[in-house]
């Protein structure tokens, strides 16, 4: 297994954000997690990226133990994460967001004699933006970008330095809904090509039937669901307390 | 971003310019470009913090270090040679904020800058305090060897120190530049736009902070060195006072940190400034210094060097 998750338990105060989850993940499988507001889905990325320290259990990442691990750690074994607000250098460009992120992940950060905007590392970033259907924002500061494209060059930013699990913590949220399906295509169209696993937060149930070939449930801290999403999102719990009547 | 912009061909003529300029300006014009060029330096320095997001209040003690450093050298171990002179200066400089570094880097904002002003001054007591330092009096040099010549019975500023100061400078500003477009040098900017980010990232945030602020002491420490050859005099109070810091802390603002000319315009254009409200204004010179500023962060927000800057496309 590429991710083993075991018995993992986290409390905050009285409110159990996670009660004993079992959870494992396969080479390129791409898992939707959907669950009501407070269910723990983002409580569960936290500890698997090393950003909340679990209470109890293990997490096991192509058999070694990550648990413990913090954040930086756990990057650079090759778990990665997009945020819900992405996490970019507003006042830069985009070019120079893909660069500088590059340089990071190539251990080329102390280096004083090579520039770092050659037009080697130009053209690298905007093959990269190509693959993402971005390459029309290459000349724009990151603060001029339309809110999607802010998301995908989160994401962007993400699998520099081929990671083999991605983490996407609602890719599609303050995304017109025209938009959405779109986006989350060329998202998922890329990282695909990359061979890299993914698990991707989701509200919109439509994207989760579309692009998942896994859900898993979370209600109350617990996982409700686990399976493929044509079982798991007409399963009448998840039905009932996650997805509602009207899309079942 | 336009990769054929030659910035390393305008330095050369910048500092071409400069150069020529000894046959064609008069001799108080000449003194104030060299003393420009020695207080840019520091300045130059404070550019490299603030593309951090950082300032410094206390950038005056590198300065004194470097003047002190080069006055002893002269007066207790003899040395008369202004290139080991000033080489006396840079590794103090590189020494000292190499130390202090592992400390300051801890420090955001106006601790940062509170805790270099907290250094300087207390260095400022230490000499003030210390008769086998000059007390407040410091120290004077004579005659000094550039490359081993000497003008005899000549004024201090002579084509050799000149030439000597205005190379030297223009091989720190190429340094600069280099830093600054190198992968070491674009971490500041991330560092500055989003440290959080930056750290996510694997920035070693704490690493790039300490690496700037020893350049920056270091050309600090120069442009003391530099200007204690020019005067031939230092005291604790024109170096390491906190006045001479928040002088220095001025121009920054007015020059900005755009590009590495910005500094040495700034510090160009407040001696001028200074050297005529001085001159015409003797009462109410530093009202002139306080509204040039204020135009200049009106008008020029990201300091004289934006007047230079590219259009972004």
């Excluded at chain 1, 269910?39 to 259990?57: E, L, V, W």
């Excluded at chain 1, 280096?111 to 053209?123: G, R």
């Excluded at chain 2, 000497?150 to 400078?169: M, T």
């Excluded at chain 2, 060195?225 to 810091?245: Q, R």
């Amino acid at each position: 297994m590429l991710l083993d998750v075991k018995r993992l338990c986290k409390k905050f105060g009285s409110v159990s954000a996670a009660k004993d989850i079992d959870f494992s993940m396969a080479k390129n499988e791409v898992i939707g997690v959907i669950g009501s507001n407070g269910a723990g889905k983002t409580t569960f990325c936290n500890m698997i990226t090393g950003y909340t320290k679990a209470d109890s259990g293990q997490i096991f990442f192509n058999g070694k133990e990550i648990t413990n691990l913090n954040v930086q750690e756990i990057k650079n074994i090759g778990i990665h994460r997009s945020f819900q607000i992405p996490q970019v250098f507003e006042n830069l460009g985009v070019l120079e967001n893909l660069i500088i992120t590059d340089l990071v992940s190539n251990n080329n950060q102390n280096s004083f004699l090579e520039d770092a905007y050659t037009e080697k590392n130009f053209i690298k970033a905007i093959n990269l933006l190509k693959k993402f259907s971005l390459e029309s924002f290459k000349d724009k500061l990151v603060k001029e970008l339309p809110q999607g494209a802010r998301k995908v060059l989160d994401i962007i930013i993400a699998i520099i330095g081929k990671p083999e699990i991605i983490l996407l913590d609602e890719p599609t949220s303050g995304i017109s809904t025209n938009e959405k399906i779109v986006v989350m295509e060329t998202i998922i169209k890329a990282i695909k090509k990359l061979n890299i696993a993914v698990i991707f937060i989701e509200h919109d149930m439509e994207i989760v039937e579309k692009f998942a070939n896994r859900v898993v449930a979370f209600y109350n801290g617990q996982i409700l669901g686990d399976g493929r999403p044509e079982e798991i999102l007409k399963q009448k719990d998840v039905v009932k307390y996650i997805v509602g009547s009207s899309h079942a | 971003m336009n990769l054929k912009y030659n910035e390393n061909l305008l330095l050369l003529l910048f500092i071409f310019f400069f150069v020529v300029s000894w046959f064609l300006l008069p001799d108080y014009a000449l003194n104030t470009v060299c003393l420009s060029f020695c207080n840019g330096l520091v300045i130059l320095g404070l550019l490299l913090l603030m593309r951090l997001g950082l300032v410094s209040f206390g950038h005056g003690m590198y300065y004194c270090l470097g003047g002190y450093a080069v006055a002893m050298s002269y007066n207790f171990l003899n040395i008369k040679e202004a290139l080991f002179l000033i080489l006396i200066s840079i590794t103090v400089g590189f020494l000292i904020s190499f130390a202090l570094g592992f400390f300051v880097r801890r420090f955001r904002g106006i601790f940062f800058a509170m805790l270099n002003l907290a250094l300087s001054m207390i260095l400022f007591g230490i000499i003030v305090k210390s008769i086998s330092l000059g007390s407040t009096d410091g120290f004077g040099i004579k005659e000094v060897y550039y490359f081993g010549q000497i003008i005899e019975g000549e004024k201090r500023l002579n084509i050799y120190s000149y030439s000597f100061i205005i190379i030297l400078s223009g091989i720190m500003m190429s340094f600069v530049m280099k830093y600054l477009k190198s992968s070491s040098g674009k971490m500041l900017d991330a560092i500055k736009e989003n440290e959080i980010r930056s750290a996510y990232l694997g920035i070693a945030v704490n690493r790039h902070i300490h690496k700037a602020y020893i350049f920056s002491g270091t050309l600090a420490a120069l442009g003391g060195g530099l200007m204690v050859l020019l005067v031939g005099h230092i005291t604790p109070e024109d170096t390491a006072y906190w006045t001479k810091s928040g002088e220095f802390v001025f121009v920054a603002i007015l020059s900005g940190s755009l590009n590495v000319f910005a500094p040495l315009f700034g510090a160009l254009f407040f001696e001028f400034i200074r050297s005529y409200a001085l001159f015409y204004f003797p009462n109410t010179w530093q009202m002139i210094i306080g509204i040039i500023l204020i135009i200049g962060i009106i008008y020029l927000p990201e300091g004289i060097g934006s007047i230079f800057k590219k259009r972004r496309n």
